[in-house]
């Protein structure tokens, strides 16, 4: 079945620019996860929706990041006045509900590179 | 939730098993054991998890001490395309756990 899918795959930007990264979690995951991953390390927790709501957003690190998923389904990850330190590969997962029994299914990602 | 550490690399001959450890000395009670990995250039993948007892599934086996302040990660017999970042994460369950936190994994290369 159809796993995660994330698009773009990979996203170049300028300083300064707006940008939306799109997630598609898979069907029937009510549960939707954001990561953020720079070189060499761990992703980190961003924002979590259960439903249409973000149940924590408590990973944004800043007012320049913002996420929705309107309908419940895929999300978008907003991104204003990009800075060269938001450069990273972000990373959605989703899982059948919440909690920590459920597994979650991490996509590709997204690689963006801010010049 | 609590930290976990493990060694940054470790080096595994094909075929051989491998065996990966944690230490989460500060776990508490209602705190799972998580294994994740990640290889190159694609998301995180769910290994396996437990509470107190060993587990097993078609990937791997989780080897959790008495005490529960650390864990091992087995891999009976390592291949080419275990070749991964591999991450230990402590996690509450029930519907309290949430996000996963990770460290900065142990980076395994499988050599033949």
């Known amino acids: 079945g159809a796993g995660v899918s994330q698009t773009p795959s990979n996203k170049v930007t300028e300083k300064g620019k707006y940008v939306e990264l799109r997630c598609d979690p898979i069907s029937g995951h009510t549960a939707l996860y954001w990561y953020r991953q720079s070189l060499g390390q761990g992703p980190e927790f961003l924002i979590y929706f259960q439903g249409t709501g973000a149940a924590d957003d408590s990973g944004l690190p800043n007012d320049r990041f913002f996420a929705v998923r309107p309908e419940g389904s895929v999300s978008t990850l907003k991104i204003q006045r990009t800075e060269r330190g938001d450069s990273a590969v972000y990373l959605c997962?989703?899982?059948?509900?919440?909690?920590?029994?459920?597994?979650?299914?991490f996509g590709p990602g997204t690689r963006l590179t801010v010049l | 939730d609590a930290k976990t550490t493990q060694p940054p690399s470790m080096d595994c001959a094909e075929g051989r098993a491998a065996n990966l450890p944690c230490n989460h000395s500060?776990?508490?009670?209602?705190?799972?054991v998580y294994w994740y990995r990640q290889i190159h250039s694609q998301g995180p993948q769910y290994i396996i998890h437990?509470?107190?007892n060993n587990e097993t599934n078609e990937m791997a086996s989780l080897i959790i001490t008495e005490d529960r302040k650390s864990s091992t990660l087995i891999l009976p017999h390592a291949t080419l395309r275990d070749t991964a970042v591999y991450y230990c994460?402590?996690?509450?369950?029930?519907?309290?756990?949430?996000?996963?936190?990770f460290g900065g994994g142990t980076r395994l290369m499988v050599k033949p």
């Open positions: 997962a989703s899982s059948f509900t919440s909690g920590g029994y459920n597994e979650q299914f």
């Open positions: 500060t776990i508490s009670g209602n705190e799972y």
């Open positions: 437990g509470l107190k």
């Open positions: 994460i402590v996690r509450v369950g029930g519907n309290a756990g949430n996000m996963l936190t």
